[in-house]
């Protein structure tokens, strides 16, 4: 019997010690026995003792995959991580040790039996392994380097040098702050900075920067090395990059994620975008009907102060969705939690509706908020409210609809309408009074929704609100009056017929109805001569 300290790799290999998949880690190899298929029976005492006492240990030899080979845990390791084993890795060390080790875990010392197919197989490697030998090694892992290929292509790996914090990592609107060292392939430093800041989506020096931040967590170190075109410039003229080094290409990257800020879009089209600059408490914000205190200022472009409102001993207080505030601001204020504090960028779009800033902010594209959100008091939700409660909720909500229509205000009424309606939406726990009380509430309501869909041109609306209202009150003159002018919008006169005929049976004396029906009369005429002027086109064309 032969002890080997430290066997050679397999030819263009690396040594054993240095051992890589698409994970690395260092390794402490305790000892190393061969055993020939021709010489079992020289084994030390020791080892034979050992092997002839396995089944009666603590940890028995187990198999690994179904090619014979084993493994017996000596000590366990401390955590439940194994490497990670990726792509297999040609030339780099024996299978055994590839499929071995990859199942262990930190601290975790073991033994592994690996049969020749897996080791050196028929050939060996002399002088020092003959042919068909079975390896024995004594194996402890002390740690290892994670190694993500990030892009799929071997374009951008990247080895984690220090682990980070926490589980979050930036999102692709985020603007993160790095610390960073770009070198050449030859290991010259080009490019350094110790705080730069930057938008994940926009990048930073080359694409490998905002593609590799995505996967960092506050505090992670890592080291990229990088290929192809992750490691160009992002200007077109490097020069301005890589300070006189046009015709180079980086290669690798050291890259300290040091904190970012979490940027939301808010309306989806990136004209309202909300930067947290303080997180918030807990995790509710603020609903429809919301009273809510905060502090804000509003900045032009040239940061020239327009409007400043609330402070900490008096913060401004109004209710959401009462048009008391900018759309842009509201929408933005109705996403942050107790105590955040957010710069919002606002699109004039969103500031339209607003016309009482100081100074003339209507020329302005873009506006900039500091805003804090002191507190709020949420409206009490439906489903806790009682009976009676969501009744009165319900007529406040009609109301408040009603004023907004007599001011024109036809979206925001129709909004309200709805809002009103889900209140009494579930009536299974009303008593007999109540449910024809809500029964007319709801009616109502979706009357008047109706209406307001008229005002804002969307008629197939109409005519599912007013359908809703008949298929309650089938008599209901109001709900044919409104879908007999959404069908005549639509020119779908027959419909229209059919529904202003059946009221004027119902109200025969209605002014309203006998208009309508004048139009539509004015219609079908209109639509003839149309027709007839088409048939007598043909018939000339024909002759």
């Avoid at 055994?96 to 050196?120: C, H, Q, S």
């Avoid at 109200?507 to 002027?533: C, M, T, V, W």
Wanted: negative net charge; charged residues 30%; glycine residues 6%.
């Amino acid at each position: 019997m032969e002890n080997i300290s430290q066997p050679k790799a397999p030819k263009g290999g690396k040594p054993i010690t240095a051992y890589p998949l698409l994970e690395t880690w260092k390794l402490f190899l305790l000892s190393l026995y061969l055993i020939s298929s021709m010489a079992f029976s020289l084994l030390s005492h020791s080892l034979e003792n050992e092997l002839k006492i396995e089944d009666s240990e603590e940890f028995p030899f187990i198999e690994i995959g179904n090619e014979g080979l084993t493994k017996r845990i000596l000590r366990k390791g401390v955590t439940w991580q194994t490497p990670f084993s990726g792509d297999e890795v040609e030339g780099e060390v024996i299978k055994g040790w590839d499929e071995g080790v990859a199942t262990m875990k930190k601290r975790e010392r073991a033994i592994f039996k690996i049969p020749p197919n897996l080791a050196y197989g028929a050939v060996g490697s002399p002088p020092l392994i003959p042919p068909n030998a079975t390896l024995i090694f004594e194996i402890e892992m002390l740690s290892w380097s994670a190694i993500r290929d990030l892009t799929g292509d071997g374009g951008i790996m990247k080895k984690i040098i220090q682990e980070g914090e926490g589980w979050a990592t930036p999102r692709e609107a985020d603007e993160v702050l790095v610390k960073y060292e770009a070198r050449l392939e030859n290991g010259m430093l080009v490019k350094s900075d110790t705080g730069v800041e930057f938008n994940v989506s926009e990048g930073y020096l080359c694409p490998a920067m905002s593609i590799a931040v995505k996967t960092m967590r506050k505090g992670e170190v890592a080291e990229l090395a990088m290929k192809l075109c992750y490691g160009l410039s992002q200007n077109s003229n490097r020069t301005t990059e890589l300070d006189g080094l046009p015709d180079s290409n980086l290669t690798t990257i050291k890259l300290e994620l040091m904190s970012w800020n979490v940027v939301t879009d808010v309306s989806g089209d990136k004209k309202i975008l909300k930067k947290i600059k303080k997180v918030g408490e807990g995790f509710d914000r603020p609903n429809e009907g919301s009273q809510v205190k905060v502090i804000y200022l509003c900045k032009r472009e040239d940061g020239a102060i327009i409007e400043r409102k609330g402070s900490k001993e008096e913060p401004f207080e109004f209710t959401t969705q009462e048009e008391q505030v900018p759309e842009g601001l509201e929408r933005a204020i109705m996403t942050m939690k107790k105590a955040e504090q957010a710069l919002v960028t606002i699109n004039s779009e969103y500031l339209c509706d607003q016309n009482n800033l100081q100074g003339n902010a209507a020329n302005d594209k873009v506006l900039y908020y500091e805003v804090e959100m002191v507190d709020f008091i949420k409206e009490k939700p439906f489903w806790k409210m009682d009976t009676q409660e969501k009744i009165e909720a319900c007529e406040r909500k009609k109301h408040d609809g009603n004023l907004l229509f007599k001011a024109e205000n036809f979206r925001r009424a129709s909004n309200k309408y709805e809002k009103a309606v889900k209140y009494i939406e579930f009536d299974h726990s009303f008593s007999d009074d109540e449910k024809r009380h809500a029964n007319s509430l709801r009616l109502s309501c979706n009357l008047n929704k109706a209406a307001c869909k008229l005002k804002l041109g969307e008629y197939t609306e109409v005519v599912r609100l007013c359908t809703k209202v008949l298929e309650q009150d089938p008599l209901n003159v109001k709900a044919l009056y409104r879908r007999c002018q959404a069908y005549l919008k639509t020119s779908d006169l027959e419909k229209a017929e059919a529904d202003i005929k059946r009221a004027l049976i119902i109200d025969p004396n209605n002014r309203d109805i006998k208009l309508e029906y004048k139009e539509l009369k004015l219609k079908q005429k209109e639509y003839s001569r149309y027709e007839a002027d088409i048939f007598s086109t043909m018939l000339s064309r024909m002759s």
